[in-house]
């Protein structure tokens, strides 16, 4: 009979995805997981596996709890256009918030890892289609509700919008300051016009 574990695993998965966050993958070493976390190196391996499996673990963690939380009103609320426009402008605050700086650890592991990474390469198109799919539902229910126009190409603006979401975290990693990210944001905006 194996012993129950000792340690609370959303916890855990918490700790390693804000080193991850804040370090990257590459720069995250396995003793930085280890003072994190709390867990030993044998309790972390016999938990998890390795530091890449550990850190694909962080990843759909992420999805299921940052992700979902960020992307919530794109989902929730009623007027496509209100749903779009708050999710930009949210996001763009977030991305100063408490001068963090940390961008999307989706985004900024795929930026890192992607090109020599199949597998978090996958994570990332799977996230960016999720989103892009996000944005077309948004944009169909503008069109529904009369405050975007039947003229638009709902898929070419849904990936527009999906990347240029990715671009507002990117320069919230590189450390733009609100005023920048504002502009961005009201820029891309412009296209719902």
Same mark, same amino acid.
């Given at each position: ?10 916890? =855990?998965?918490?700790?390693?995805? !804000? ?8 720069? $995250?070493?396995? #003793? ?6 709390? @867990? ?29 939380? *960020?992307?919530?009103? @794109?989902?929730?609320?009623?007027? &496509? *256009? ?6 930009? *402008?949210? $996001?763009?605050?977030? &991305?100063?918030?408490? &001068?963090?700086?940390?961008?999307? @650890?989706?985004? !900024? ?16 198109? #799977?996230?960016?289609? +999720? ?15 009369? /405050? ?6 709902? +898929? ?6 999906? &990347? /240029?979401?990715?671009? =507002? #975290? ?7 300051? #609100? ?5 961005? $944001? ?8």
């Amino acid at each position: 009979m194996s012993r129950p574990r000792a340690f609370d695993e959303e916890s =855990v998965l918490d700790n390693a995805m !804000n080193i991850f966050w804040s370090k990257g993958f590459e720069s $995250t070493s396995v #003793q930085d997981l280890v003072n994190e976390t709390g @867990l030993n190196r044998a309790s972390m391996y016999a938990s998890f596996g390795d530091k890449k499996a550990l850190f694909l673990r962080v990843l759909d963690h992420y999805s299921l709890k940052i992700s979902t939380k *960020r992307f919530a009103d @794109l989902r929730e609320i009623e007027d &496509g *256009r209100k749903a779009i426009e708050k999710t930009f *402008r949210d $996001t763009a605050k977030t &991305g100063c918030k408490e &001068g963090r700086h940390k961008g999307c @650890l989706i985004v !900024n592991s795929g930026m890192e890892l992607a090109p020599h990474d199949p597998e978090t390469a996958a994570i990332a198109h #799977q996230a960016f289609r +999720r989103v892009e799919d996000m944005f077309v539902a948004a944009l169909s229910r503008g069109i529904a509700h009369g /405050s975007i126009s039947r003229d638009k190409n709902v +898929r070419a603006l849904a990936r527009f919008f999906a &990347g /240029s979401i990715q671009g =507002v #975290q990117l320069m919230s990693r590189r450390g733009a300051d #609100q005023e920048t990210l504002e502009d961005y $944001t009201e820029t891309i905006l412009a296209a719902l016009n």
